[in-house]
């Protein structure tokens, strides 16, 4: 099972700093985390930086998950 | 200029890490180079903006009657002119933003926020008969109390700026309204814990003021719109398919029929990446059925576009006495302007990031106050918390009577160093940059009488992002890159040395255009130092996809498979004989074996290419006046590879010279009543040429492992030391703690007086 962990927003919203999920791509790692938590918005979810075992990926909806994986959702990141 | 290339053998490298000449330049210094005001259309007319006197007032009326009835006005633009808009988070170039703010920012919803707030607009035959006609508006106001930092803001009384905003992310729905717009927190292990094993704490709180950008060239655009078909935006933007979306989003217009064509670009800073004129200048478009020509004046741009945040943040960190840092500890307020979405958080998730330190919490608050709305401005966040930061941690090496370089190398993030906003950083070059820092001549010189050193870090993750390019070949054999990142730093020059080191084919052969948002599939705005790592990857995508084209024509032309063909400098070769065909011969007959020749290269580019800089800073300081001279300034930085390493040592000096004009002289002046009192580059003081020396720089390049020639973003990092290199420098020099910024003659004078 992958783990997902949550950025101080996400976590005061559904009590949770991280959880276990099974996924292949991260689309079900979305559909997951929306299935369990009604008040997590797939659009909040998509305004946030996410990095797959430790590398950054915009957008990543189709980016695979492995069995042991670490999802971090973040702040999105822009610049200058 | 010294380039410290310890982990890469660039020698077999042909064409990237040269020093091309810049295709942009005869055009720019000659003036041919067409800017955002310089475009003009058959009956155009000019729009200008009406804005507020003061920075916190109701609007009780308008009286437009005068103005319309001027000969020569042709549109008068109000709030009530836009489709209507509700909240919505919307991406634009600034990251996320609310459509709401981001429309009453353009123009006053019956309560004007800060001076300059624009509260309509006018277009007329002329730009005097649109002044006059703006001269011709009465508005009635009821002026309010206007909040102008962060602390009166949070004040239990402090006159709200919003009536409907509630505080985001404490642990209870609050149930009245605040200037606070969010709190959010970011923690790493037990600060406490951490805190409980240090043999020395330092803790102070520090200031930093509103700053501009200070791009030379103000916001301008020339607009077109045609209700029957395609609408027209030419403007000076840091990206174009942002303001593209953005301005449908607000007129409720379809993507496909509206044009943006970016002009070249006089500086942007990440000033240049949201909208200001561009909606309204089509609603007046629309009203007058003309083109609309507006550009801001100086003092516009200073009153009503996006600075950066002025910041009251408090460090505390701890350590041991063999210099270990134990704890890490911080609460950030960040001014917004006059809408939520100041880059409070990004200040938490890089304050401590240059350290591999077991504890850590920050609090990072985005606080509403009468002043505009803030803008990007290179490393959005970062300057201001790491400047509290890194002031400490000089402090406490100084405490610990440790060398601030060799504190900062024991405690150094490095590989694997898991960073408070959750992963762990990939090979990433601090620890070589502060070797190289310490190897210096400059860290070997003595210092003299009044004169002081300071020494800091800086962080910028530099995330990729969605780029599309085209790389389409002549019959001759040369080629054309069409991308969509505007060239701000040279980016077009860094394209063709990556397409002509992927192809083999010489950089001269290659013209980069930046296209406009029909003729290039999107991309992502040029900011957060995305454009030469990420727009760099689909070139070279797009030069293999060339590549891949190439062998296959050879190999018709030669009726072999195309398993047995290679490809070496330029050329194609078949392998199992001795037939060669150069790129020229096969773009010369490429009709007759299939069309022509076209690469594609659209990707959204995974990774980051994190780039740690460290700067050392040596001033003198004048007792009796608390003025200070840099004297010496070296910037050292992770280039990752250095594609054309005069454009790299520009940003480093570019990002130096900024930072060192926010750490001594730059500043939003505003009196009591929120007036901003110097609108212009007389008396906001941004560093001239003679105010400073040569900044020295030293290119490292620890290769970024998500890149294909190893680079990471440059333009960053490099703004971020200065700030505390240059006030600590001060400090040591005068041996007095500095916490506020800017270290201008009276504020030094004050602390010397003060501690004297």
Known sequence: MARVIFPDEIEKLIGENNLMVDARVFRDVVTELIGRYPELKESSLDKMAVAIDDVIVVDPLLEPINSDSDIYFFHFVTGG | ?756
């Open chain 2, 1 to 756: 200029m010294k380039n410290t290339n310890e982990a890469t053998d660039a020698s077999h490298y042909k064409y990237i890490g040269t020093r091309s000449i810049r295709p942009d330049g005869f055009e720019k210094v000659t003036g041919r180079a067409n800017y955002g005001a310089d475009l003009s259309l058959p009956g155009m007319i000019w729009g200008k903006m009406l804005r507020s006197p003061h920075a916190h007032a109701m609007i009780k009326s308008i009286d437009i009657s005068k103005a319309e009835a001027l000969a020569g006005v042709m549109a008068v633009v109000t709030y009530n002119d836009f489709p209507s808009v509700s909240s919505e988070i919307v991406a634009t170039g600034e990251g996320t933003e609310d459509l709401l703010d981001l429309a009453r920012n353009l123009m006053a919803d019956g309560k004007v926020l800060y001076h300059g707030h624009a509260i309509l607009g006018v277009a007329a035959i002329s730009r005097q008969i649109a002044e006059q006609a703006l001269a011709l508006i009465d508005v009635e106001y009821e002026v309010l109390p206007a909040v102008l930092d962060v602390r009166d803001a949070m004040a239990k009384d402090a006159p709200v700026l919003h009536e409907k905003m509630y505080t985001e992310g404490l642990a209870e729905t609050p149930n009245t309204a605040s200037n606070v717009a969010s709190v959010v927190e970011l923690k790493k292990g037990d600060v406490d814990a951490g805190f409980a094993q240090a043999d020395v704490i330092v803790e102070r709180e520090f200031y930093t003021p509103t700053v501009h950008q200070g791009y030379i060239e103000p916001h301008a655009c020339t607009v077109r719109y045609d209700e029957h078909g395609q609408s027209m935006v030419w403007c000076s933007t840091q990206g174009h398919f942002d303001v593209r979306a953005t301005t449908a989003k607000l007129l409720h217009m379809s993507l496909s029929k509206l044009k943006v064509i970016a002009s070249e670009i006089g500086g942007g800073f990440g000033g240049k990446t949201t909208v200001y004129l561009e909606p309204v200048a089509l609603l007046m478009s629309k009203k007058s059925g003309r083109p609309v020509k507006m550009i801001m004046d100086r003092d516009e741009v200073f009153k009503a576009s996006g600075p950066g945040s002025a910041t009251r943040n408090w460090i505390k960190i701890g350590a041991k006495n063999d210099g270990t840092i134990t704890a890490m500890q911080g609460k950030l307020h960040y001014e917004a302007g006059a809408f939520k979405g100041s880059p409070a958080r990004l200040g938490g998730m890089t304050a401590f990031t240059p350290y591999d330190v077991e504890n850590m919490f920050v609090e990072c608050y985005d606080v509403v106050v009468n002043k505009p709305k803030v803008a990007a401005y290179r490393a959005p966040g970062a300057p201001q918390a790491e400047y509290a930061a890194e002031m400490i941690v000089s402090e406490l090496a100084a405490r610990l009577a440790i060398d601030p370089i060799d504190f900062r190398l024991q405690n150094a993030a490095k590989e694997g160093t898991k960073t408070i906003y959750g992963p762990k950083l990939k090979r990433v070059g601090l620890v070589e940059c502060l070797e190289a820092a310490k190897n210096s001549p400059h860290y070997q010189q003595a210092l003299k009488e009044n004169q002081g050193r300071g020494v800091s870090s800086g962080f910028w993750f530099n995330i990729g992002g969605s780029s599309s390019v085209t790389l389409n070949m002549n019959r001759d054999g040369t080629g054309t890159i069409v991308e969509g990142s505007p060239d701000i730093g040279g980016s077009r020059a860094s394209m063709q040395l990556m397409a002509a080191e992927t192809l083999g084919i010489a950089a001269e052969s290659f013209k980069t255009i930046v296209a406009d948002t029909e003729n290039i599939a999107h991309n992502d705005g040029t900011g957060g130092s995305r454009t030469t790592f990420a727009t760099g990857m689909a070139v070279v995508e797009a030069a293999k996809d060339v590549i891949r084209q190439m062998k296959e024509r050879a190999a018709s032309v030669w009726n072999v498979n195309v398993d047995v063909i290679d490809w070496v400098d330029g050329v194609a070769i078949n392998v199992g004989g001795s037939e060669k065909l150069s790129a020229a011969e096969i773009c010369a007959t490429a009709d007759r074996t299939g069309g022509q020749i076209s690469g594609q290269g659209n990707i959204n580019a995974r990774g980051a290419g994190p780039s740690f800089a460290v700067h050392i800073c040596d001033v003198e300081v004048d007792k009796e006046t608390g003025k200070v001279d840099v004297v010496r300034y070296t910037a050292i930085q992770d280039a990752g590879k250095a594609i054309h390493p005069s454009y790299v040592e520009g940003q480093y000096q570019g990002g130096a010279a900024q930072g060192i004009g926010w750490a001594l002289n730059e500043e939003y002046v505003y009196n009591d009543k929120g007036i901003l009192q110097n609108p212009g580059f007389l008396d906001y003081r941004i560093p001239l040429a003679s105010d400073l020396p040569m900044i020295e720089t030293v290119i490292v390049e620890v290769p970024n492992p998500a890149h294909p020639f190893g680079v990471r973003g440059v333009g960053e990092s490099g703004i971020i030391p200065p700030l505390a290199a240059t006030a600590y420098a001060v400090s040591d020099a005068i041996n007095a703690p500095i916490t506020d910024l800017p270290c201008s003659p009276p504020n030094v004078l004050a602390v010397i007086q003060a501690n004297s």
